[in-house]
Nanobody, 125 residues
Framework: QVRLVESGGGLVQPGDSLSLSCEAS????????LGWFRQAPGAERELIAA????????YYADAVKDRFTISRDNREQKVYLQMNDLKPADTAKYYC??????????????????WGQGTEVTVSL
């Protein structure tokens, strides 16, 4: 059974940093592309960062480029999202997600097959 469990969300002020973690189990982690999505109130869920399984492939949405960093630890079966210089526009529920085994298109939002329950991030004064 696939499990993706996010943690690390919270309430922060503009300019602050947060680090999200996602603990995964129930699938071949080292052969799966992984991504972080977010969904703001009234908006659609969007892929903001992704990392391939085969080494070196990373994607960022323009809105988070140069502020967010995605990484993965295959031994621990975790994926991380370091978020710096947070803005009110980053307020959303953040989800980690996985692709089916062996897919190469980690940057394709429509190619993910499982998501976690999400963790809330609120950026406000």
């Amino acid at each position: 059974q696939v499990r993706l469990v996010e943690s690390g969300g919270g309430l922060v002020q503009p300019g602050d940093s947060l680090s999200l973690s996602c603990e995964a189990s129930g699938f071949e982690f080292e052969r799966a592309g992984l991504g972080w999505f977010r969904q703001a109130p009234g908006a659609e869920r969007e892929l903001i960062a992704a990392i391939g399984w085969y080494g070196g492939g990373i994607y960022y949405a323009d809105a988070v480029k140069d502020r967010f960093t995605i990484s993965r630890d295959n031994r621990e079966q975790k994926v991380y999202l370091q978020m710096n210089d947070l803005k009110p526009a980053d307020t959303a529920k953040y989800y980690c997600a996985k692709q089916p085994r062996g897919r190469m298109d980690y940057y394709s939002a429509g190619r993910y097959d499982s998501w976690g329950q999400g963790t809330e991030v609120t950026v406000s004064l």
